[in-house]
């Protein structure tokens, strides 16, 4: 692994920093105030690229790997963490249906996703008892003549109400034989599918502008095709993705980070306190020497994994290790980020608050930190 950049991953960095400096950063307090991404910034995302990062070519993607796409992300993150993790979703979802999606699927729904045609795409995967552990998932998928009938409840869902297409996950073993995480498959559902609503959003504390909802399926109908990798193979399909998923949010959490930083600097060399800039004490100097110090730690765990990912090596320690500490990490960052903002850190004349609340979820989303820590300490320990 080089540290250094290769000049296709640098030009991805740029593109991804210019883009969401000129078309997203000017708009990210507008987006978190009410509560909604601009069209045009999604459909900017597809037209340079950052919607289908790591899927071929041939399927509209950009195919530049998944170091480009973390560095993508990180940018995009540094500007709006909302508009960052609609762009997550819809990359992972693509990269979904491209790995394991049949022919028909894949040039059916890849363009779509990259172009932002659909503007989104949609993982749904967790329900109300079922989030740490999907294996307990009660959705249901039973095969009804050329077509299968999905039954139940999902939530929180990223993207759910602009989302063009769902990955849904559903039992279909039989209860006897199939328990837990072995009967569980993975479907193609289309936004505007009959048996198929969207629930009300949630009111969260951060990311608000990017929309999480329920859905729920009622004899909602399905064809055969609709089916995504193996009978019964759903659960290893949401497993690996999700192992991807946690390079792109630690990449979030680090973009969140590195806004806060730049942002305290500029507010340490700026704000006046006893004749001199609040920069010149110590107590400032060595909150932006631990801010610093714990994002480079971060992008160093985040690179790695994303190096082993993109060169077909295993990855899922790493991914979750990188995720753990990032975004522990940013959680840190921007908390010290409020504290040297002082009483403007707690109003939204800044965006230090923006960041604190943006930054909560990324503990939580994609696997929490204890999840995390369940999948680093049996890769340590082994098979038992
Ligand atoms: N890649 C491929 N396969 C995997 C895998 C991975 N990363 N992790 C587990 N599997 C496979 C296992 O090998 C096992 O296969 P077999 O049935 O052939 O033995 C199967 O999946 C079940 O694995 P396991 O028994 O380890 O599953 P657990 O229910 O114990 O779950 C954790 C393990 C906790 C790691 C998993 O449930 C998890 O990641 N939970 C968090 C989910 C999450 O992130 N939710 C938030 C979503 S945000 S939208």
């Not at 979703?89 to 693509?94: A, E, H, L, R, S």
Request: charged share 20%; proline share 3%; hydrophobic share 45%.
């Amino acid at each position: 692994m080089h540290l250094s950049l290769t000049e296709a991953q640098t030009l991805v960095q740029k593109t991804a920093r210019d883009f969401a400096a000129r078309a997203i950063a000017p708009k990210a307090a507008d987006i978190d105030k009410h509560g909604k991404i601009p069209v045009e910034i999604i459909k900017g995302l597809g037209e340079v690229g950052l919607l289908a990062v790591n899927v071929p070519a041939g399927l509209g993607g950009s195919e530049a790997g998944v170091v480009s796409y973390a560095l993508a992300m990180q940018e995009v993150a540094k500007a709006c963490a909302s508009t960052a993790v609609t762009m997550a979703v819809t990359n992972m979802v693509g990269e979904v249906i491209a790995k394991f999606g049949t022919d028909a699927q894949k040039t059916y729904a890849c363009p779509k996703l990259a172009s932002a045609e659909w503007l989104a795409g949609a993982f749904a995967l967790s329900e109300t008892g079922a989030g740490s552990d999907p294996g307990a998932m009660r959705t249901t998928a039973k095969k009804d003549g050329d077509a299968f009938v999905l039954d139940g409840e999902k939530m929180w869902i990223t993207s759910g109400p602009y989302a063009g297409v769902f990955v849904v996950w559903a039992r279909t073993g039989d209860p006897a034989t199939h328990k837990g995480t072995r009967g569980i498959s993975c479907f193609l559902v289309e936004a505007g599918t009959p048996g198929l609503r969207v629930g009300k959003s949630e009111d969260k504390m951060g990311l608000r502008g990017s929309s999480t909802s329920s859905l729920s399926f009622e004899n909602c109908r399905v064809p055969e095709s609709a089916l995504l990798g193996e009978w019964n193979g759903g659960f290893k399909i949401a497993m690996m993705a999700l192992d991807g998923g946690r390079i792109g949010i630690s990449s979030q959490a680090i973009g969140i980070a590195r806004a806060a930083l730049e942002e305290s600097i500029v507010y340490a060399k700026d704000r006046k306190a006893f004749d001199h800039a609040i920069g010149d004490f110590q107590a400032v100097q060595w909150k932006l020497a631990d801010m610093k110090r714990d994002i480079d730690a971060a992008h160093l765990l985040s690179m790695r994994a994303a190096w082993l990912k993109e060169n077909g090596k295993p990855f899922s320690r790493e991914a979750s290790m990188a995720k753990l500490f990032a975004s522990e990490m940013c959680n840190r960052v921007v908390n010290h980020g409020v504290q040297i903002h002082g009483g403007y850190g707690y109003t939204r004349e800044f965006a230090a608050e923006r960041h604190l609340r943006d930054a909560r979820v990324t503990t939580i989303y994609e696997g929490t930190s204890e999840v995390q820590r369940i999948v680093i300490a049996r890769n340590v320990l082994g098979p038992s």
